[in-house]
């Protein structure tokens, strides 16, 4: 059976407005392992707003987009708009932009004002980005044109995280995941955690810049696929840190099983990871039924 809402006909009848896809896949227990999304490298554009459904055709990110997706494309790096919370960006200022390789942990923070300065930027990822990024960048999903959660849970998490974390956070367009609101990613180290809210938030991201990966919530890390984020968390439940990781590969055996090394600072270790699928659910609020990944330790 589906988790369409019973009068979901009539989109004006109150149990369609009140039906939102985090709050059905909580109830569900949605698996979050697995979908953090493929991102070894991230394109951070400051912009005021307002932001389109994507962040490759808000305006004026389409004067240019053709250029700067094949340059980013090129080396894997993922688009995003950001934004502080709560700080309107001047008008007619320099914006941000944060370069971020999330395989080497390196970063480039600069600025733009035209939309080819973003095409010029861009091209740094191919010289290798030159600064240690020693200070954490928080990304929160608040991009509620997107999904109505993302902005009722993302907000929320930006705002409490802002205020424990001033300079680090960032809002930002959708990372993913829209059932999982609110979803934070956490740079350089590409690590994603899903179901975050006001109360959770500060214990989470200080908890994973401290060592400590929760466990329920953390939905894998960028720079890898994934049955290789599931078979990391498998370790990691048997008591393995994820600091202690330092390295991870897979070879798909058959169409749905999946071998992983993970090496780590004490030698490798194997899991077997097999993939299903779930019955049909509305996984967003505005898309129709469909099904998710469901991933198993063998």
């Given at each position: 059976?589906?988790?369409?809402?019973?009068?979901?006909?009539?989109?004006a009848a109150p149990a369609a407005r009140r039906w939102r896809c985090s709050l059905a896949a909580l109830e569900r227990g949605d698996q979050r392992v697995g979908t953090a999304v493929p991102a070894p490298r991230w394109m951070l554009v400051g912009h005021r707003g307002p932001w389109t459904d994507k962040a490759a055709t808000t305006p004026p990110i389409p004067d240019v987009r053709g250029a700067l997706v094949r340059r980013l494309d090129l080396v894997g790096a993922r688009l995003q708009l950001v934004r502080r919370h709560g700080r309107a960006l001047e008008q007619g200022a320099d914006q941000p932009v944060i370069l971020?390789?999330?395989?080497?942990?390196?970063?480039?923070?600069?600025?733009?004002?035209?939309p080819g300065d973003l095409v010029t930027i861009a091209e740094a990822f191919q010289d290798g980005l030159p600064?240690?990024?020693?200070?954490?960048?928080?990304?929160?999903?608040?991009?509620?044109k997107k999904d109505v959660c993302c902005a009722i849970e993302g907000r929320l998490v930006a705002r409490v995280l802002d205020d424990v974390l001033p300079g680090s956070v960032w809002e930002t367009t959708h990372l993913g995941g829209d059932r999982f609101a609110g979803n934070v990613a956490i740079l350089p180290d590409g690590s994603m955690y899903?179901?975050?809210?006001?109360?959770?938030?500060?214990?989470?991201?200080?908890?994973?810049?401290?060592?400590?990966?929760?466990?329920?919530?953390?939905?894998?890390?960028?720079?890898?696929?994934?049955?290789?984020q599931v078979a990391v968390l498998d370790l990691l439940r048997e008591g393995v840190s994820l600091a202690d990781v330092v390295g991870v590969r897979s070879s798909q055996l058959e169409q749905h099983r999946f071998e992983v090394e993970v090496q780590t600072v004490s030698g490798p270790r194997w899991r077997l990871v097999a993939r299903g699928?779930?019955?049909p659910h509305r996984l967003t609020c505005s898309g129709g039924p469909a099904v998710a990944a469901r991933w198993t330790v063998l």
């Open positions: 059976m589906t988790d369409l809402p019973p009068s979901a006909a009539d989109p971020v390789d999330s395989v080497r942990g390196r970063v480039l923070r600069t600025t733009w004002r035209d600064d240690v990024c020693a200070d954490p960048i928080v990304l929160v999903c608040t991009h509620g899903g179901g975050v809210d006001g109360s959770t938030a500060p214990d989470v991201v200080i908890g994973h810049l401290d060592g400590r990966v929760d466990l329920d919530r953390w939905r894998g890390r960028t720079v890898w696929t994934a049955p290789e699928f779930t019955e």
